[in-house]
Antibody, heavy 121, light 108 residues
Framework: QLQLQESGPGLVKPSETLSLTCTVS??????????WGWIRQPPGKGLEWIGS???????YYNPSLKSRVTISVDTSKNQFSLKLSSVTAADTAVYYC?????????????WGQGTLVTVSS | DIQMTQSPSSLSASVGDRVTITCQAS??????LNWYQQKPGKAPKLLIY???NLETGVPSRFSGSGSGTDFTFTISSLQPEDIATYYC??????????FGGGTKVEIK
């Protein structure tokens, strides 16, 4: 059974960089059939796609966040990571990592449990 | 960017009622639309894919329809366990996706 688990600081200061890692277990991140992505949800609000990465390292970002986002993959550790720079209180959210199919099953079929990141001094 | 307008933002209905949620895309997305259910404190769960296909294991009271720009999600007979927030999601240009604003469904 595939599992995804987010990890990283739960509290980040304004103007600093938010860093999260998603560890994939029970399957390989190097599959050619999937994208690996980050989605966030501010408290009491809706879902926002942040960006995705392919195992080869190709990245795709939400245009509204593109200037501040970097997603990377480490296939040797079966992990992918998110960095969001210059954070403000508006970046306070539950951050989910998820797997999405490319050809068949073009949806998020596995999600992490989500991790709350609060931006506050 | 493709925008998804979902309505209503919330609704209250009685057990057994038929519930309908709509989602409108800002441009033609064919049938590249999914519907998710999210319960408090949990990750979203896929219910409907490609606008009208029921995910395996999902009760048949859930259904979806539409293509192009206008889509509908229906619960034919609302059950207490259906209390959740529902989101549409377009995937016309993978892996870039956009979610609707969500519809919170409550029991009257």
């Amino acid at each position: 059974q595939l599992q995804l688990q987010e990890s990283g600081p739960g509290l980040v200061k304004p103007s600093e960089t938010l860093s999260l890692t998603c560890t994939v277990s029970g399957g390989s991140i190097s599959s050619s059939s999937y994208y690996w992505g980050w989605i966030r949800q501010p408290p009491g609000k809706g879902l926002e796609w942040i960006g995705s990465i392919y195992y080869s390292g190709s990245t795709y970002y939400n245009p509204s966040l593109k200037s501040r986002v970097t997603i990377s993959v480490d296939t040797s550790k079966n992990q992918f990571s998110l960095k969001l720079s210059s954070v403000t209180a508006a970046d306070t959210a539950v951050y989910y990592c998820a797997r999405r199919g490319i050809a068949a099953a073009r949806w998020e079929d596995y999600w992490g449990q989500g991790t709350l990141v609060t931006v506050s001094s | 960017d493709i925008q998804m307008t979902q309505s209503p933002s919330s609704l209250s209905a009685s057990v057994g009622d038929r519930v309908t949620i709509t989602c409108q895309a800002s441009q033609d997305i064919s049938n590249y639309l999914n519907w998710y259910q999210q319960k408090p404190g949990k990750a979203p769960k896929l219910l409907i894919y490609d606008a009208s296909n029921l995910e395996t294991g999902v009760p048949s009271r859930f259904s979806g329809s539409g293509s192009g720009t206008d889509f509908t999600f229906t619960i034919s007979s609302l059950q207490p366990e259906d209390i959740a927030t529902y989101y549409c999601q377009q995937y016309d240009n993978l892996p870039r996706v956009t979610f609707g604003g969500g519809t919170k469904v409550e029991i009257k």
